[in-house]
C-alpha cells in the first residue's frame, strides 16, 4: 500500500503563509483606514477592531494547520505501522529484526523532525503575538497620552480644559454685564444733567429780568436826577452807571441763555448717542452670550463624544490584550505536543536498542533475554506528563487539558 508522505516544510509555510496574510491584511487595512480617514477616535477604534479580527483569522489558520498536522502525522504512522504489520507478516523472524533495526530510528527521527518544526512554528507564532501586544499597549498608552486622557479630568484634559474654558468665558460675559451696567449709571448722570441745564436756563431768563428791572430803575433815576437839576448831578452818574451794568447783565444773560441751549443740544445729541449706543451693547452681550452658551454646549457634546471614544478604546484594547493573553496561553499545547513526541521517540530509541543488542546476542549464541511487555508498559506509563498521555496509554478518551496542566515555555 502506497503511502503519502507528510511534507513538514509545506505545513510549516502554509502555517506562516495563512499568520502573515491574515496579520498583513489586517494591518494594511489599519494603515489604509488611518491614512485616508485621519487619527480620528472611531478611526483608530476601527484599525484596533481591524487588526484584532485579523489575528483571530490568524489564529484560526494557525489552528487549522495545527489540525491538518496532526492528522498527517496520524496518517503516517498508522500507513508505517500498516507497512509494519505487512512486513512483519511476510518476513521471517531475521527479517523482522533488520527492519525493526532500520526503520525505528528512521520513526525516530521523522518524530524529532516534527516535533522540532511544530516547536520552532509555535514559537516563532507566540512570538510575533508577544510583538503584537507590545505595539498594541504602546499605540494605546500613546493614544491615551495624546488624548490628554479625555475619559478623566485630570489637568491637562479635554474635560478640564472645557471646564475652565467654561468659567473663562463666564468670567468674560460677567465683565461685560458690569461695563453695561456702568454705562447705564452713566447715562442716568447724563440724563440728569439736562436737569441742570433747565435750571441753567431758568437762572438766565431770572438774570434777563433782573437786567430789564435795573434798566428801568436806572432809567426813572435818571428822569428824577433830571429833575432835581444841579444837586441831582451825581445822582444821575449813577443812574448812568446803573443802566450800562443793566445793559450788560441783559447781554450777559442772552449770551449764557444760548450757551446752556448749546451745551443742553450737545448733552441730549451725546445722551441720544449713548443710549443707542447702550441698546446696542445690550443686545451684542445678550447675542454674544448665547452664542458663547451654544459653543459651549457644542463642546460639551464633542468632549463627552471624544470622552466615550476614549473610554471605548480602553475596553477595546483591554479585550483585544486579554484575548492575546488566552492566545498565547493556547498555544502552550505546543510543549504537551513536545513532551509526548519526546517520549515516544525515547521509546523508539529504547526499542532500537533492545533490537541491537538482540541481534548482537543472536550472533554470538548468547541466550536472549525475553522482553516483559507489563514492566515496558509500566515504565512509560509512569514517564508521562501529561493526562492525554495516560488516557491514550489507557485506550480511553483524552479529556480536556486545563490551565494547570499547562506547562509554559
Known amino acids: 500500500m502506497a503511502a503519502k508522505k507528510i511534507n513538514p516544510t509545506a505545513h510549516k509555510a502554509t502555517a506562516t503563509f495563512c499568520r502573515s ?7 494594511t487595512g489599519a494603515l489604509l483606514l488611518l491614512t485616508l480617514g485621519g487619527f480620528g477616535w472611531v478611526n483608530i477604534v476601527s484599525a484596533v477592531v481591524l487588526i484584532g479580527i485579523s489575528i483571530a483569522v490568524g489564529e484560526w489558520g494557525v489552528r487549522r494547520h495545527r489540525a491538518l498536522l496532526k492528522l498527517a502525522v496520524a496518517q503516517e504512522l498508522d500507513n508505517a505501522k ?6 512483519l507478516a511476510n518476513a521471517d523472524g531475521g527479517g523482522l529484526e533488520d527492519v525493526c533495526t532500520e526503520v525505528v530510528p528512521i520513526w525516530s527521527r521523522q518524530v524529532e523532525t516534527t516535533r522540532n ?3 520552532t512554528a509555535i514559537m516563532e507564532l507566540a512570538n510575533r503575538f508577544v510583538g503584537i501586544n507590545a505595539k498594541l499597549e504602546a499605540s494605546v498608552r500613546a493614544s491615551q497620552s495624546a488624548a490628554g486622557n479625555l475619559a478623566g479630568n485630570t489637568e491637562g484634559g479635554a474635560v478640564a480644559v472645557m471646564t475652565q474654558s467654561e468659567s473663562s468665558l463666564k468670567s468674560v460675559i460677567d465683565s461685560l454685564r458690569e461695563s453695561q451696567h456702568s454705562r447705564n449709571d452713566m447715562l442716568e448722570q447724563v440724563r ?6 433747565g435750571e441753567l436756563r431758568a437762572m438766565a431768563v431770572k438774570v434777563a429780568e433782573i437786567a430789564a428791572q435795573t434798566n428801568l430803575l436806572a ?3 435818571a428822569i428824577e436826577a433830571a429833575r432835581a437839576g444841579e444837586a441831582g448831578r451825581g445822582f444821575a452818574v449813577v443812574a448812568d452807571e446803573v443802566r450800562k451794568l443793566s445793559s450788560l447783565s441783559s447781554e450777559t444773560g442772552k449770551k449764557m441763555s444760548g450757551t446752556v441751549d448749546i451745551i443742553s443740544n450737545a448733552i441730549a445729541s451725546v445722551f441720544k448717542i449713548a443710549e443707542s449706543s447702550s441698546e446696542h451693547d445690550f443686545k451684542s452681550i445678550a447675542s454674544s452670550e448665547l452664542i458663547i452658551q451654544q459653543v459651549l454646549e457644542s463642546f460639551t457634546k464633542v468632549t463627552s463624544t471624544l470622552s466615550d471614544s476614549a473610554e ?3 475596553q477595546e484594547s ?3 490584550r486579554d484575548e492575546l493573553s488566552d492566545v498565547l496561553v493556547s498555544l502552550q499545547f505546543q510543549d504537551r505536543v513536545s513532551q509526548i513526541l519526546v517520549h515516544v521517540r525515547n521509546n523508539m530509541e529504547k526499542l532500537h536498542q533492545h533490537l541491537q543488542q538482540y541481534k548482537q546476542d543472536k550472533a554470538a549464541s548468547i541466550p536472549v533475554k525475553h522482553l516483559d511487555i507489563k514492566a515496558w508498559l509500566a515504565e512509560m506509563e509512569a514517564l508521562y506528563a501529561t493526562q492525554e498521555q495516560v488516557h491514550t496509554h489507557r485506550g480511553s478518551q483524552a479529556g480536556v487539558a486545563t490551565k494547570q496542566e499547562i506547562t509554559f515555555f
Open 117 to 119: 518544526q511544530t516547536e
Open 312 to 314: 471605548l478604546l480602553q
Open 192 to 197: 440728569g444733567l439736562n436737569d441742570y441745564t
Open 21 to 27: 496574510i491574515a496579520l498583513g491584511l489586517g494591518i
Open 318 to 320: 483591554a479585550g483585544i
Open 82 to 87: 500498516a507497512r509494519f504489520d505487512i512486513e
Open 219 to 221: 432809567l426813572n433815576a
